[in-house]
């Protein structure tokens, strides 16, 4: 069920994925009603497109899902992602340290940086994403990077990781709209 909601969330919302996951989810919810792992795939499932994004059913289910199993880290991590989405910055800094506290290569490193970014907190966004993504290369761990370079005025190093992501990642929209930015700065857009 996990799998299949990735895979709807992230690569083919319209493959039937959204379906079999919440069919999966529901027979394990029905089978054993206080299940940590149902209760945060039905968190996945509710904070999604098909579900317009239901932030206070996610949130109960994810916190559900906590109260169960408090080292289920994954329920830490996407509850630290939608908290970050609604805005709430340090309630979703706090589950990303728990998250990390679970599984210390998690990706919720990157989204501690990017708290950081949106706090203004340029250089420690900076530093954290440096950190992310000596563990765990992603695009947006590289666009958070230099969007905290950009705000530093370090806009030649901004450039550097921009490229960096480029031989990663080519064509990717993060890096397309990076270079973007990066040229509108510069003055050297096309007329």
């Known amino acids: 069920a996990d799998a299949w909601s990735r895979m709807a969330f992230s690569f083919d919302p319209d493959g039937g994925w959204y379906e079999k996951a919440e069919a999966l989810t529901d027979r394990a919810l029905s089978a054993s009603p206080g299940l940590p792992?149902?209760?945060?795939?039905?968190?996945?499932?509710?904070?999604?497109?098909?579900?317009?994004?239901?932030?206070?059913?996610?949130?109960?289910?994810?916190f559900a899902?906590?109260?169960?199993?408090?080292?289920?880290?994954?329920?830490?991590?996407?509850?630290?992602?939608?908290?970050?989405?609604?805005?709430?910055l340090e309630e979703s800094q706090r589950?990303?340290?728990?998250?990390?506290?679970?599984?210390?290569?998690?990706?919720?490193?990157?989204?501690?940086?990017?708290?950081?970014?949106?706090?203004?907190?340029?250089?420690?966004?900076?530093?954290?994403?440096?950190?992310?993504?000596?563990?765990?290369?992603?695009?947006?761990?590289?666009?958070?990077?230099?969007?905290?370079?950009?705000?530093?005025?370090?806009?030649?190093q901004a450039a550097l990781t921009t490229e960096r992501a480029a031989r990663e990642y080519p064509g990717h929209v993060l890096v397309l709209s990076l270079r973007g930015l990066l040229a509108a700065l510069a003055g050297s857009l096309p007329a």
């Open 37 to 62: 792992e149902g209760h945060y795939l039905r968190a996945r499932m509710l904070w999604s497109p098909r579900r317009g994004f239901d932030h206070a059913g996610a949130m109960r289910e994810y």
């Open 65 to 88: 899902a906590i109260a169960a199993s408090p080292s289920l880290g994954e329920a830490h991590h996407f509850l630290a992602l939608l908290l970050l989405h609604i805005g709430l």
């Open 95 to 156: 589950a990303g340290e728990q998250a990390l506290a679970i599984y210390p290569d998690d990706l919720a490193m990157q989204h501690i940086g990017l708290v950081r970014l949106l706090q203004g907190r340029y250089e420690e966004g900076r530093e954290i994403s440096e950190e992310s993504l000596a563990r765990v290369s992603s695009t947006w761990t590289y666009y958070q990077l230099a969007q905290c370079q950009i705000r530093m005025g370090l806009s030649a």
